[in-house]
């Protein structure tokens, strides 16, 4: 079934924006060799380990973009926990469909506002309050406390 899931979600990309996504990040659980060989045919890279034993000698080129697709899904990770965390994305209790992705949507609407804020905030101290070294060290305290 997650198989089946997955792949739909691929098509659905494709069907909305007219092309394959370069690349899928998923979970262990969807790494199976049947998609596998679904995002081969295609060509897509799918991220993560190969399901037979590691390869003894790898390129360069293969780690970087290995290391490149986990940073990116553990960023993504990260925001999802955030999410829960501090702004109650796992305490969602709508009773309609429609009621929910809607409040899912606000929570990462929030998210990226908050995002900006920030960014627009250290960009402020920078010009016209403080120099680089000391926005560097408020942006560190801002990220940790908040």
């Known amino acids: 079934m997650n198989q089946e899931i997955s792949k739909l979600k691929v098509v659905a990309f494709k069907n909305y924006r007219g092309h394959y996504p370069e690349s899928v990040h998923a979970d262990h659980i969807y790494r199976t060799t049947e998609n596998r060989k679904f995002c081969q045919k295609i060509g897509m890279r799918i991220s993560g380990l190969a399901l037979a034993r590691p390869p003894t000698n790898i390129d360069k080129e293969k780690k970087k973009q290995a290391w490149l697709d986990e940073r990116l899904r553990n960023y993504i990770e ?18 309609l469909s429609e009621t929910s992705v809607t409040a899912i949507a606000i929570t990462f609407l929030v998210i990226n506002l908050s995002t900006l804020l920030k960014k627009a905030f250290s960009l402020f101290l920078y010009f016209f309050i403080f120099g680089e070294k000391t926005v560097f060290v408020i942006c560190l305290m801002i990220s940790t406390y908040s």
Not at 81 to 95: C, E, N, P
């Open 78 to 95: 990260g925001k999802f926990g955030q999410a829960k965390r501090r702004l109650s994305l796992d305490k969602i209790m709508t009773k």
